[in-house]
Antibody
Framework: QVQLQESGPGLVKPSETLSLTCTVS????????WSWIRQPPGMGLEWIGY???????NYNPSLKSRVTISVDMSKNQFSLKMSSVTAADTAVYYC????????????WGQGTLVTVSS | DIQMTQFPSSVSASVGDRVTITCRAS??????LAWYQQKPGKAPKLLIY???SLQSGVPSRFSGSGSGTDFTLTISSLQPEDFATYYC?????????FGGGTKVEIK
């Protein structure tokens, strides 16, 4: 059974860097593509980007200048860093598995709420 | 970016009803469309991929159709556990984008 679990601070100050980690169990991170997706409270879904085990990435152009996704194969984890956050970045952040790279997501983490506030 | 428009934005229906949700892409996306179900406080759940392929474990009352710019998700006989918000998502080109969602409510 594939499981994903997000972890990281639930509160980040404006202008600082948001950092989240997704731990994958039941599957090797050396297969598939691994994405971050977010959802502001009461709103729709926005794809942030993905990483492949080789380190190859693809980011949403609207966020690309502020986002870095990395992978740690030894820990079966991948991570998200988003710099210079504002209140508009307050959202539930999900990690998810993409079986083919830019297609759809078949396994999701439960999500973690990150609030940007001083 | 490809814009995805869903309608209606909400629908009230009764258990046993047939429900159809429409998703329109701002340009042709072939069959590169997925549908998700999301319940409050939960992550989205994949229902349909490549427009009409049923994800493993999803009940057969869910079906998807369409290609190009117009797509539909149909629930043939609405069950109590189907009351949720449904999202379409295009996978034709980057950035991957979602529709605004359709909330299926109890009538």
């Amino acid at each position: 059974q594939v499981q994903l679990q997000e972890s990281g601070p639930g509160l980040v100050k404006p202008s600082e860097t948001l950092s989240l980690t997704c731990t994958v169990s039941g599957d090797s991170i050396s297969s598939y593509y691994w994405s971050w997706i977010r959802q502001p409270p009461g709103m729709g879904l926005e794809w942030i980007g993905y990483i492949y085990h080789s380190g190859g990435t693809n980011y949403n152009p609207s966020l690309k200048s502020r986002v870095t996704i990395s992978v740690d194969m030894s820990k079966n984890q991948f991570s998200l860093k988003m710099s210079s956050v504002t209140a508009a970045d307050t959202a539930v952040y999900y990690c998810a598995r993409d079986p083919t790279g830019g297609s759809y997501w078949d396994y999701w983490g439960q999500g973690t709420l990150v609030t940007v506030s001083s | 970016d490809i814009q995805m428009t869903q309608f209606p934005s909400s629908v009230s229906a009764s258990v046993g009803d047939r429900v159809t949700i429409t998703c329109r892409a701002s340009q042709g996306i072939s069959s590169w469309l997925a549908w998700y179900q999301q319940k409050p406080g939960k992550a989205p759940k994949l229902l349909i991929y490549v427009a009409s392929s049923l994800q493993s474990g999803v009940p057969s009352r869910f079906s998807g159709s369409g290609s190009g710019t117009d797509f539909t998700l149909t629930i043939s006989s609405l069950q109590p556990e189907d009351f949720a918000t449904y999202y379409c998502q295009q996978a034709n080109s980057f950035p991957l984008t979602f529709g605004g969602g359709t909330k299926v409510e109890i009538k």
